[in-house]
């Protein structure tokens, strides 16, 4: 088959492209590289059944494809904040013109979504039925709200034109080739260990979340966009951890003297995060394989590669 992957040189894609390339698919991975680098594909570009095109997928793009997974927008709270007019567009613009690609050609589309659309959620475990409690006009509305824009036209697509539609709700992934400087607990953790600062924690640490290792999360939407199920799926791991907890386990495995620091918790953070995944363990026969402890092991691990350079710079991962 011939697949797109738009946002393939982020984090989740370009874990997704090597999975992809593996099967020996075709593979085209779309990106403008805001959020993701050459680095994470450098092993695919001579390869030749992969094709790396530079486009904002705020314009349109015509392509011959089988399937697509939308995955194009910055994921972290820094970076879809700092122009959340623009991350808006991608999702909204974005997924309008990757629907439209999808209409055209046939394809089968995958909208990449979120436990976001969530919000701040009165019911957990969230189950798919839950219709969640978001801001409108807060700081992450134009990422929770723009997500949950993109579900609505991926379902009008699927009602007024008969596209093949998939959508997953993922929640908190981690794993290698993360950023380092994109704030998210996981990665701020593991650096702040790393370069022996003291871990910030927002709010009292009380806060729970879950997180699923990037394999496990790539095995699900491979297993969604496959199935004859349309979702909205949730795909994360329903393993619940405090950040306290999170925290603990990350100065454990790097540094058990390092200092915890408390900071003011930021606008709109979610109380509690945990996915309720038994329509994924129906639908798919989908479940997270991999524990918190082994993820950090590989996430530490490629960290340290690319951090530990004399002069502090982070060099190219090839993981
Ligand atoms: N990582 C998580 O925990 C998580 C959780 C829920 C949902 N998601 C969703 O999964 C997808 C991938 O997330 P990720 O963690 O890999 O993030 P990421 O920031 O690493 O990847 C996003 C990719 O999209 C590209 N991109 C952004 N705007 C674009 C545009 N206008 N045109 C073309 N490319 C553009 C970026 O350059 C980057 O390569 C996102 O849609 C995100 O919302 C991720």
Same mark, same amino acid.
């Given at each position: 088959m011939r697949i797109l992957v738009t946002g393939g040189a982020g984090?989740i894609g370009s874990h997704l492209i090597d999975r992809l390339l593996l099967e020996d698919h075709e593979v085209i991975c779309l990106d403008?590289f805001?959020?993701g680098h050459k680095r994470n594909l450098l092993k695919w570009l001579d390869h030749p059944y992969f094709e790396l095109i530079r486009h904002?997928?705020?314009?349109?793009?015509?392509l011959e494809v089988d399937q697509i997974y @939308?995955l194009?927008?910055?994921?972290?709270?820094?970076?879809?904040?700092?122009?959340?007019? %623009?991350?808006?567009?991608?999702?909204?613009?974005?997924?309008?013109?990757?629907?439209? +690609?999808?209409?055209?050609?046939?394809?089968?589309?995958?909208?990449?979504?979120?436990?976001?659309?969530?919000?701040? *959620?009165?019911? @957990? *475990?969230?189950?798919?039925?839950?219709?969640?409690?978001?801001?409108?006009?807060?700081?992450?509305?134009?990422?929770?709200?723009? %997500?949950?824009?993109?579900?609505?036209?991926? =379902?009008?697509?699927?009602? &007024?034109?008969? $596209?093949?539609?998939?959508?997953?709700?993922?929640?908190?992934?981690?794993?290698?080739r993360?950023?380092?400087?994109?704030?998210?607990?996981?990665?701020?953790?593991?650096? &702040?260990?790393?370069?022996?600062?003291?871990?910030?924690?927002?709010?009292?640490?009380? &806060?729970?979340?879950? =997180?699923?290792?990037?394999?496990?999360?790539v095995?699900?939407?491979m297993?969604?966009?496959?199935? &004859? @199920?349309?979702?909205?799926?949730?795909?994360?791991?329903?393993?619940?951890?405090?950040? +306290?907890?999170?925290?603990?386990?990350?100065?454990? %495995?790097?540094?058990?003297?390092?200092?915890?620091?408390?900071?003011?918790?930021?606008?709109?953070?979610?109380?509690?995060?945990?996915?309720?995944?038994?329509?994924?363990?129906?639908?798919?026969?989908?479940? *997270?394989?991999?524990?918190?402890?082994?993820? +950090?092991?590989?996430?530490?691990?490629? =960290?340290?590669?690319?951090?530990?350079?004399?002069?502090? $710079?982070?060099?190219?991962?090839l993981?």
């Open positions: 984090f403008n805001y959020t904002d997928i705020t314009e349109p793009i015509r @939308h194009a927008c910055p994921a972290s709270p820094v970076h879809y904040q700092y122009n959340p007019v %623009k991350t808006i567009k991608t999702n909204v613009i974005g997924t309008l013109n990757v629907l439209g +690609l999808a209409k055209r050609v046939k394809a089968r589309f995958l909208l990449a979504s979120t436990s976001e659309v969530y919000g701040d *959620p009165e019911v @957990h *475990p969230q189950t798919e039925d839950y219709r969640g409690n978001v801001n409108t006009i807060g700081i992450r509305s134009c990422y929770d709200e723009g %997500k949950r824009v993109a579900e609505t036209l991926s =379902f009008d697509y699927y009602r &007024q034109n008969d $596209v093949d539609i998939r959508v997953a709700r993922i929640f908190n992934t981690y794993g290698p993360m950023l380092e400087n994109d704030g998210r607990v996981v990665s701020n953790f593991v650096v &702040q260990a790393l370069r022996g600062i003291p871990l910030t924690i927002y709010g009292d640490g009380s &806060q729970t979340r879950s =997180f699923c290792y990037v394999s496990d999360l095995d699900g939407l297993r969604l966009m496959n199935s &004859q @199920h349309q979702g909205p799926i949730n795909l994360g791991n329903p393993d619940e951890y405090t950040i +306290l907890e999170l925290a603990q386990a990350v100065q454990q %495995k790097i540094n058990p003297s390092a200092e915890i620091r408390f900071e003011p918790l930021p606008q709109d953070d979610p109380r509690r995060r945990k996915p309720d995944i038994t329509r994924a363990r129906e639908w798919l026969g989908w479940q *997270p394989t991999v524990p918190l402890s082994q993820g +950090l092991e590989y996430t530490i691990a490629d =960290f340290r590669a690319r951090m530990l350079t004399p002069d502090g $710079v982070p060099s190219a991962s993981s």
